[in-house]
Each structure stands twice: as structure tokens, then as C-alpha cells.
């Protein structure tokens, strides 16, 4: 099967051989014979077709028609393998719909059944926080199982996906269906079913703070409701809120409106019983922070994390503790980069503040998690320690907020992400809030492009076009005759 990078320019075929052809027409030079010897060539023309071809008419139209396909990059595609293992994203951002109601993860179905159709024999892989496998079997028996597939996990794990595909068929080749593309070490081929919608959604609660993101790409203006109460909001593309509850509660519910590509981050729960925390700072920022978070002081003997002046010591402790800086090592300067992929900077947003840098902390094992235009860091974690600046410094910054709210996350564990159990609606079950609060699925992968190389080899043919075309150009050129002598 033939397929092009560029088949829009396809459309300019007629109008490039037309203009060979008037081109050529109105260039060639009328040729008069005299009268004995049009008579002689009409003579003898008689019982012969009226018309004759013109070769180098011909070739002119076969090299730029050739010419144009060359540029229109077409590839010559093998058919599909026979032995086969597709793993569906099932992460909650493949739920998000378009305008017409259908969502990534209804696209993906419908993309993974026409390739197992073909398949002798295939694995269905769901890809979720933990993979479940359906086969080996002839790929026209798996579509029942296709269809009874859901998406809505708090992420997907595609590196053991795929392993768990590879184990069930070996030696057959893996294509990927979702939104993101798989790692590049994974070897696997991948259909890419993002789109552009918008979105935004609940990426934090807590016992009196919630954090809204707006994925984009446009400005969204909406409102969260809990507990009775509103808060208008508007969020340019991009850009995070964090809003101040008022009232703390341990059991709340806290809603969107109005909906918009994906549900599931659109409405959270919180059922949590308050973390437990050692004041070791006099901060009054600090502890309206924690207090906002429904935290409880505590002594040393029952505290299960601590909030202490740095800078901390060179052995990690043994609880989650909050490390605050008494001096800077420089003055403020612009926040230039934060590390999207820790769990303390989950939908924190530094970049463009200006904030001081703190002495850099002794010992080994640190990552710095915000750094500024001048290379020195302004954040660092080590396992469940955070280091940040001094108080004073943080006091106005509502990101402050959120990176207590994640490094307190782990110790009052008052919620487990979509896809536990089963479970693939926010709410509550068995004591926890089941919740999605991820803001990487809230953000949408957005299209990037397919990668079929591994199931669906191409063979690119605009290399032989081209050099067809000048072929049939040198063919054309017109001849010098040689004339006659004496």
C-alpha cells in the first residue's frame, strides 16, 4: 500500500501537467511544409491514424507528474504483522471527548480493532497503574474483550505493559495506542490519538485548599463549589490557582463548573484524618499554611513530620521534614526552571518569581527541584525532606501553599489515585478518597505523531521518482542533427 508524508500537493497534478502541456503547445514551432510535399505526406498519411503521438510531449508529462510525487513523499508500506501485541493507554486522560462526544480512548478501540483483525495471533495489553493481559488468541477473538475496556487510571505504566505483552506473545511485534508515545527503549510502534481539547481541572485539596490548572489552550472561566460556597475563577492557558477554602474541614467534596474534555478531574474528595506536625519555626506564614491544610501541631513524641530552621543536617532524617532557611546565599533573582516530574513540585508554579537562594544544603543525596536564571538553586528535596528558602521570602507566594500540601501529601494519606481496585469514578471507598488530582493527566498530552516503524515498515520511493524525472528529462532533450556535407 502506497501512503504519502505530503498528500495535499497531490491536488497540484492536474494543474502541473496542464501547464506542461500549454507550455509545450505554445513553444513549438509551426512548421509550413510546401504544397508538393504536404501533398506527398498526405498521400501517403492515407489508412493511418490522423494523429501521431508526441513522444517528448509524453515524457515531459510523465517527469513532472513523477517530479510531483517525488515531493509529495510517498512511501511503499508492508502489510501488517501476523503475530501481534497492542497495548491500549488506559490513563484517565485518554476519557477527555471531543465536539462530537467521542473520546481518545473510544479512538483507540476503534484503531486497535482494525489491526488485530488482521492479526493470526495477538494480545489485548490494558495499560493502566497495573497492566492486565487478554490472550494469546486469533485477533478477531479479542474484540469482545476490546469493547468491555475502560479507561480512567491515574496514569499508565507502558514500560510493564509492554513487558507483560512480550511475556504472553514472544517474539511478536508491539504497537502502542494512547496519547503519549512510549520510551524509545521500549521498541514498541505507536498510533497516536491526542487531540487539542481544552481542559482544566482539580489537581489539589485539601482540608482548606484546593489548586486548579488550566491545561489550555485557551482562557478558562469557571467556578468550584464545596461545601456550599463558590469562587469564581479565571485562568489564562497554563496557569495554576490556588484557592483558600476559608473553612477547614477533614470531609469535603469540591466541584468544577462548568465541565468541560474530561470529567474525572472535575470533581474530588477529601476524607483524611489531619497529619500530625512538630512546629519548630516562629514562622506565623507557616503555620497559617499548615493550619489551611488542617495539619495539627504536636510534640516530638507523636509529631509524624517536623518543620525546623535549616539547613539540615548532612544524615537524612528518618520523618518528612520541612527544612527553612535563616540566611540566603543570594539575593533574589527569577526563578528560571522547576522540575515537573517530583512529587513536591506537582502543580507548583515558581517560574517567573523572584525568590533568594538558600545556603546549599550539606551532605549528599539532594536534587534540586527549582533553580534560578543564575544557575543556583532555590528548591531541593531528598527523600522526604524539603529544603526551601527563608519564610519571609515565601510569605506572599501562593505556590507555598502546594509544596506543603504535596510534602504532607505522604504522611496523612487521605486519598489513593484512580484505578485502585478497580475503581475509575472519583468518591469514596472503604475509608479513602479516590480521587485522579494528577495534574499530568489534567494537562492532556497534546498530538505529537504516529511511529509505526516497528509493525508497519515504509519503504521510501521519493528518491527512484526523482530520479526518474531526470531521466526522462535527459530523454526529451532535443537531438542535434547532423547535416549533410557537400
Known amino acids: 500500500m502506497v501512503g504519502f508524508g505530503?498528500?495535499?500537493l497531490l491536488v497540484l497534478l492536474p494543474l502541473v501537467l496542464g501547464w506542461i502541456y500549454w507550455t509545450y503547445a505554445r513553444r513549438r514551432p509551426l512548421v509550413v511544409p510546401a504544397a508538393g510535399v504536404w501533398l506527398l505526406q498526405r498521400a501517403s498519411a492515407r489508412g493511418r491514424a490522423r494523429r501521431r503521438l508526441d513522444l517528448r510531449l509524453a515524457l515531459l508529462l510523465l517527469a513532472g507528474a513523477a517530479m510531483l510525487l517525488a515531493l509529495a513523499a510517498p512511501t511503499w508500506r508492508t502489510g501488517k504483522p501476523e503475530r501481534l501485541v497492542v497495548v491500549l493507554d488506559a490513563s484517565a486522560s485518554m476519557t477527555a471527548t471531543d465536539a462530537d462526544g467521542r473520546s481518545r480512548f473510544d479512538r483507540a478501540r476503534q484503531r486497535a480493532a482494525v489491526w488485530l483483525a488482521g492479526a493470526s495471533k495477538a494480545v489485548l495489553v490494558r495499560a493502566g497503574r497495573q497492566p492486565q493481559g487478554f490472550g494469546p488468541a486469533r485477533g478477531t477473538g479479542l474484540l469482545a474483550s476490546l469493547e468491555t475496556l475502560r479507561a480512567g487510571d491515574a496514569g499508565a505504566d507502558l514500560g510493564r505493559a509492554v513487558a507483560l505483552g512480550r511475556r504472553l506473545l514472544p517474539g511478536a511485534a508491539v504497537l502502542v495506542i494512547g496519547d503519549a508515545p512510549p520510551p524509545a527503549e521500549l521498541r514498541a510502534a505507536f498510533l497516536d490519538v491526542a487531540a487539542n481539547e481544552p481542559n482544566a481541572g482539580l489537581t489539589a485539596l485539601g482540608a482548606r485548599f484546593a489548586a486548579v490548572y488550566n491545561a489550555g489552550p485557551g482562557n478558562w472561566n469557571g467556578r468550584l463549589s464545596s461545601s456550599g460556597r463558590s469562587w469564581e475563577l479565571n485562568l489564562p492557558p497554563g496557569r495554576f490557582a490556588a484557592i483558600d477554602l476559608e473553612a477547614t474541614e477533614t470531609r469535603r467534596s469540591a466541584v468544577l463548573h462548568p465541565e468541560d474534555a474530561m470529567a474525572l478531574d472535575q470533581k474530588a474528595y477529601l476524607h483524611e484524618r489531619p497529619p500530625r506536625v512538630r512546629l519548630q519555626i516562629d514562622a506565623p506564614s507557616v503555620a497559617r499554611a499548615l493550619a489551611a491544610l488542617g495539619a495539627r501541631r504536636a510534640g516530638a513524641a507523636d509529631a509524624e513530620a517536623a518543620v525546623q530552621p535549616g539547613p539540615p543536617p548532612e544524615n537524612?532524617?528518618?520523618?518528612?521534614?520541612?527544612?527553612?532557611?535563616?540566611?540566603?546565599?543570594?539575593?533574589?533573582?527569577?526563578v528560571y526552571d522547576v522540575d515537573p516530574t517530583h512529587p513536591f513540585t506537582r502543580g507548583v508554579e515558581l517560574v517567573g518569581y523572584r525568590l533568594p537562594a538558600p545556603p546549599p544544603p550539606p551532605g549528599g543525596g539532594w536534587r534540586i527541584l527549582a533553580a534560578r536564571a543564575d544557575g543556583l538553586g532555590v528548591v531541593y528535596a531528598r527523600g522526604g525532606e524539603l529544603y526551601l528558602p527563608r519564610p519571609e521570602a515565601l510569605r506572599d507566594l501562593p505556590a507555598f501553599v502546594v509544596l506543603l500540601y504535596n510534602w504532607l501529601e505522604p504522611v496523612g494519606a487521605s486519598y489513593l489515585p484512580l484505578g485502585w481496585n478497580g475503581v475509575l469514578e472519583p468518591g469514596v471507598r472503604d475509608g479513602f478518597a479516590v480521587n485522579l488530582l494528577d495534574y499530568a493527566e489534567t494537562r492532556l498530552p497534546r498530538p505529537s505523531r504516529d511511529?509505526?516503524?516497528?509493525?508497519?515498515?515504509?519503504?521510501p520511493v521519493a528518491a527512484w521518482l526523482a530520479l526518474l524525472a531526470a531521466l526522462l528529462l535527459v530523454l526529451q532533450a532535443p537531438r542535434r542533427r547532423s547535416e549533410a556535407v557537400g
Do not use: G, I, M
Open 316 to 334: 537524612p532524617e528518618q520523618r518528612p521534614t520541612l527544612y527553612l532557611a535563616s540566611t540566603d546565599a543570594a539575593p533574589p533573582d527569577v
Open 451 to 459: 511511529r509505526l516503524e516497528p509493525v508497519d515498515r515504509r519503504r
Open 6 to 8: 505530503h498528500p495535499y
